[in-house]
């Protein structure tokens, strides 16, 4: 009886190898380049402060990609919070059934902790050397959003408002580190960035509600958890409402535009409250803002196609499911 093709054999190993890049949760880095370039682009637009800006690294026929060549390296770091993320929350991702590698042991746990640890020192070692204070930025994101977050003693993720603070306080860590690829640090990265957050933070309490049945199995206490799925439904859109407010006092038309767009889905979702409407109106939110950046930054739209569908293949070819998926069921 034959055995399988030697190009079944090759492409089954690639697939796995390919298991160290997915680990990371490619699709999760979307909102954080969106909130990152939209960093970038508050601070072409309103930064009247900044006198010098850092090194140009890389020109191609007169384009300067340093932008996403310090995106690229914040993008390993932020790799490394969600490995921490997923290192100490095993437990709760087996009873969500969530695809993550190291839940489900296709990934070892020794080799989980050696990715993290060079995804981490990896990026802020070079940007210690090329530009320091962005590589402070990053030492502060894996401390707010993997140590704080995920970590003992804290283990803030498993409290209400512990799993809030490090969101929103994390969000506004990523667009500074944005802001701060061509401008100087300084307080108008907190004004001009509320907006943004506060667009975030309506999205994040969202993403706390599908999952309730399955953190309270696991004595993870979210906002969903502590105070219902209403109360967080309720949460997501006084919290885009005040970015709208927020949107109108800092005159950034940019943030208005997709936070005004998905007013009427959390308005509907309050109204005709089902995890169908939260999933709609999280996916709209994530789009809306994500396509105005886009107009910015149009290779930002390419990078998305790829990893959505790059993705995609994988988890078909992988494990045979269809994920991640615009269905809106």
């Given at each position: 009886m034959r055995g399988p093709p030697y190009w079944w054999f090759f492409m089954n190993k690639g697939l796995k190898f390919l298991d160290y890049i997915f680990v990371l949760r490619p699709t999760l880095f979307f909102p954080v380049w969106t909130i990152a370039l939209a960093g970038v682009w508050a601070q072409n637009r309103f930064d009247l402060l900044s006198a010098s800006q850092p090194a140009r690294l890389v020109v191609i026929a007169g384009y300067d990609l340093s932008v996403f060549i310090y995106l690229g390296l914040f993008t390993l770091l932020m790799g490394a919070v969600?490995?921490?993320?997923?290192?100490?929350?095993?437990?709760?991702?087996?009873?969500?059934?969530?695809?993550?590698?190291?839940?489900?042991?296709?990934?070892?746990?020794?080799?989980?902790?050696?990715?993290?640890?060079?995804?981490?020192?990896?990026?802020?070692?070079?940007?210690?050397?090329?530009?320091?204070?962005?590589?402070?930025?990053?030492?502060?994101?894996?401390?707010?959003?993997?140590?704080?977050?995920?970590?003992?003693?804290?283990?803030?993720?498993?409290?209400?408002?512990?799993?809030?603070?490090?969101n929103f306080f994390?969000?506004?860590?990523?667009?500074?580190?944005?802001?701060?690829?061509?401008?100087?640090?300084?307080?108008?990265?907190?004004?001009?960035?509320?907006p943004y957050i506060l667009g975030m933070m309506a999205v994040y309490f969202y993403t706390t509600i599908p999952d309730i049945e399955g953190d309270k199995a696991s004595e993870k206490i979210t906002v969903a958890v502590k105070y219902g799925a209403r109360s967080a439904i309720w949460g997501?859109?006084?919290?885009?409402?005040?970015?709208?407010?927020?949107?109108?006092?800092?005159r950034d038309i940019i943030v208005l535009i997709?936070?005004?767009?998905?007013?009427?889905?959390?308005?509907?979702?309050?109204?005709?409250?089902?995890?169908?409407?939260?999933?709609?109106?999280?996916?709209?939110?994530?789009?809306f803002l994500s396509l105005v950046i886009c107009y910015r930054f149009p290779m930002y739209l390419v990078l998305i196609v790829i990893v959505f569908y790059f993705s995609k293949w994988y988890y078909k070819k992988r494990f045979n499911i269809v994920y991640p998926s615009l269905s809106m069921k």
């Open positions: 969600f490995l921490v993320n997923q290192i100490e929350d095993v437990e709760t991702d087996r009873l969500n059934k969530k695809l993550f590698l190291i839940a489900n042991g296709d990934i070892k746990l020794v080799n989980a902790y050696i990715e993290t640890i060079l995804l981490t020192v990896l990026p802020i070692g070079i940007l210690a050397f090329v530009y320091w204070p962005l590589a402070v930025v990053m030492i502060l994101a894996y401390i707010v959003m993997g140590w704080m977050y995920s970590c003992k003693p804290l283990v803030m993720k498993n409290k209400p408002i512990g799993g809030f603070l490090p994390g969000g506004f860590i990523v667009f500074s580190f944005g802001w701060m690829i061509q401008g100087q640090p300084q307080w108008n990265m907190i004004y001009y960035g509320a997501g859109l006084i919290s885009d409402v005040i970015a709208i407010v927020f949107g109108i006092l800092t997709p936070t005004l767009l998905i007013l009427p889905f959390f308005i509907f979702t309050t109204l005709n409250q089902s995890v169908k409407n939260i999933l709609t109106t999280n996916k709209f939110a994530a789009l």
